[in-house]
């Protein structure tokens, strides 16, 4: 069984061995000391947080920081900047769940935007390498969507790349043979219903939960191997990208740190079931930290099956409301 690719690239990026977990945890400690220190110097909202609050000497302590919430972001998104507006490269407008909640937005540099392209680069030769043709369901017209990013990155890894809508995808499936397929679980199970007479090799699916019927019905469809990946845009889109062993998703730990905390947001240790919290240890327009995710899911530290030892997320389900 192939190993995730994940290993291999924080090893050469990092030289950091993903096997020793002692390591990746001082490795990560160390981020989150770097992150809070500076945005706790250059962001409005952090100065404010942390205010009574020394850097974590651990994990343990890190677990009592403040939280911040997709209403902090919606309401005050400007006080998340660590930069200046010059410096931001792209910025998405998210809705949010309700009709009182002001959108939110999200502010890359164009430091942040290369870290999620070499995620995806990285991430997807578990997938594919090069020959392969990919199609792309995920909305790409606009630079640095994460269409626009993912096609660039399958590119450098010399893929022959076309991006459609579902209402397209048809006609490129008559004209040239598919190997891989990424979007959204809706778009790809549709696509998927009109193409069943062309072999599909794999698949990635994002942005949406990919419940195991839906697995199932496209490995029917299709004849393909179903990869499921959980990202979202706070996270810069990247997050955590199943292997062959499927058993879970393997965490981007040298970018991310994610926790999950019970109902009165105490933190649980791995293995059980809570809501997921994320820190972004590499962003540096808008960082996020213990970043309530509006999710729950279950992480394990456990050995895979592929053989790597990257913390993953076992599953995910959303939750209807955060207060």
């Keep these: 069984m192939k190993r995730t690719s994940l290993d291999q690239w924080i090893k050469s990026k990092h030289d950091l061995d993903t096997s020793d977990r002692s390591a990746v945890e001082q490795y990560q400690l160390r981020r989150i000391r770097s992150l809070c220190d500076y945005a706790h110097s250059h962001s409005k909202l952090y100065a404010r947080l942390y205010h009574n609050f020394d850097l974590p000497e ?116 008559q004209k040239q043979t598919v190997d891989i397929v990424c979007g959204p679980a809706s778009w790809i199970f549709k696509v998927a219903h009109q193409t069943t007479d062309c072999p599909v090799r794999n698949v990635l699916s994002s942005s949406e939960v990919l419940s195991e019927d839906m697995r199932a019905e496209l490995t029917r469809c299709w004849g393909a191997e179903i990869f499921d990946h959980y990202g979202m845009t706070e996270t810069g889109l990247g997050g955590a990208v199943e292997c062959g062993a499927h058993q879970g998703m393997h965490i981007r730990e040298n970018d991310l740190y994610f926790e999950t905390i019970a109902l009165d947001g105490s933190a649980l240790p791995d293995g059980e079931e809570g809501e997921l919290v994320v820190t972004t240890l590499t962003r540096t327009g808008m960082p996020f930290i213990r970043y309530r995710t509006g999710d729950r899911g279950v992480i394990t530290r456990e050995r895979c099956s592929c053989g790597s030892l990257i913390r993953r997320i076992l599953y995910v389900r959303r939750i209807e409301a955060v207060p």
């Design 58 to 173: 651990s994990m343990e302590a890190f677990s009592h920081f403040p939280m911040t919430t997709a209403s902090d972001l919606a309401q005050r998104a400007h006080e998340f900047l660590c930069v200046s507006q010059s410096e931001i490269t792209r910025i998405v407008t998210l809705q949010t769940s309700g009709t009182t909640q002001p959108s939110k937005r999200v502010y890359f540099t164009r430091q942040d935007i290369d870290l999620t392209l070499d995620f995806f680069e990285h991430g997807m030769k578990t997938l594919c390498g090069p020959g392969d043709s990919a199609l792309i369901l995920f909305p790409a017209k606009t630079p640095d969507s994460v269409g626009a990013l993912l096609a660039i990155a399958l590119e450098k890894l010399g893929l022959t790349v076309c991006c459609a809508t579902p209402e397209y995808a048809e006609d490129i499936f």
